[in-house]
């Protein structure tokens, strides 16, 4: 059953409350911010690579500040431990008591995710995708909305891993902040020199409603021909010749997933084709693996996916 249009208004109030709410604290970045509530609404997780000091873990904060609902910080280091993350069961009263790790949260702030060992990053892949973890043969279930918010460096590489490419393709988006503008800048001197910017946001939804809308979203309509554009775009990844790891089936569900979200945001209850165009960069970029050759010149897989979009035909016909 496709999702009606006072269901999708519903999730249009929730989409601009939070924007309203985050761009309080990132300003000048509204296709950032609007990425990070596609995150949310599509029940995805967020990857947030940039250099330091642009707002990476301020984004972070700020959303989760908009919606009252569970938050736990990780800092991760090369000292940190799995069952940090998973939790562990301890002897206590006459038996084994499961003790909740970081990841039992629905928004998890995972900062600078890179500079943990990647036995440590390994901890996170059944709760990303499963959203569930099993510490001694027992199974915990995860609360839900659950995200995953994530911000690495990808320039320093000193004491960093590389993250391993099942865990990059649990990801759902990735974005980059990159460096505000000129105007941006100078209110930022402005506000954040006055006071702490997170201490007045005060939250506009709640878990509950979050996870309404994301039910909404999931019945958002999808025309078959707009599948086959979706599955093509994510073909073509694997078919060029720069291409050493194209993107997974599961990039292409992340793809339509996040499309979905962003036609709800839109006021829609159905996908166009800019949706997936428009989406196919962030949702597909980090996934794919570009061969020697191609990593020596000049192009980058963002590049590739914009000419994989360039080169699959857009379905015409009434909408």
């Keep these: 059953m496709t999702s009606t249009d006072t ?12 924007r309203a709410t985050v761009s309080q604290v990132i300003e000048g970045k509204p296709e950032a911010v609007d990425l990070a509530i596609t ?37 991760f280091t090369p000292d940190l431990l799995p069952s940090d993350i998973t939790g562990v069961s301890v002897w206590a009263a ?26 440590t990053q390994s901890a996170l892949l059944e ?92 019945r958002v309509f999808v025309h078959s021909s707009l599948k086959s554009y979706l599955v093509g775009i994510v073909n073509e990844t694997r078919s060029q010749s720069a291409t050493r790891l194209g993107a997974s089936p599961r990039a292409g569900l992340q793809l339509m997933r996040a499309a979905k979200a962003r036609a709800a945001m839109s006021g829609r209850n159905y996908v166009i084709p800019e949706d997936i165009s428009d989406l196919a960069e962030p949702t597909l970029a980090h996934r794919i693996l570009l061969n020697a050759q191609a990593q020596r010149g000049p192009n980058s897989s963002s590049e590739l996916i914009h000419a994989c979009v360039r080169a699959v035909p857009v379905p015409t016909g009434r909408r």
Excluded: W
Aim: proline fraction near 7%.
């Design 127 to 218: 709760a990303m995708e499963e959203r569930r973890v099993s510490v001694d043969t027992t199974t915990h279930l995860l609360p839900r909305p659950f995200l995953v918010i994530a911000t690495q460096n990808p320039i320093e590489m000193e004491g960093t891993y590389p993250l391993p490419e099942a865990q990059r393709d649990r990801f759902g988006l990735r974005i980059s902040m990159g460096y505000p503008s000129t105007e941006a800048e100078v209110a930022m001197l402005d506000h954040h020199g006055e006071r702490d910017m997170l201490e007045p946001l005060v939250p506009v939804t709640d878990a509950a409603a979050v996870m309404r809308a994301v039910q909404v979203v999931r």
């Design 7 to 18: 269901e999708i208004g519903e999730v249009l109030a929730l989409a601009q409350a939070v």
């Design 39 to 75: 995150a949310l609404l599509a029940e995805s997780h967020l990857l947030i690579e940039d250099v330091p000091g642009v707002g990476k873990t301020m984004l972070a904060k700020s959303l989760a500040r908009a919606i009252d609902c569970t938050v736990r910080r990780i800092q």
């Design 94 to 119: 006459g038996e084994f008591q499961f003790k909740p790790g970081g990841i039992f949260a629905n928004i998890v702030i995972g900062d600078e995710i890179n500079r943990a060992s990647p036995k």
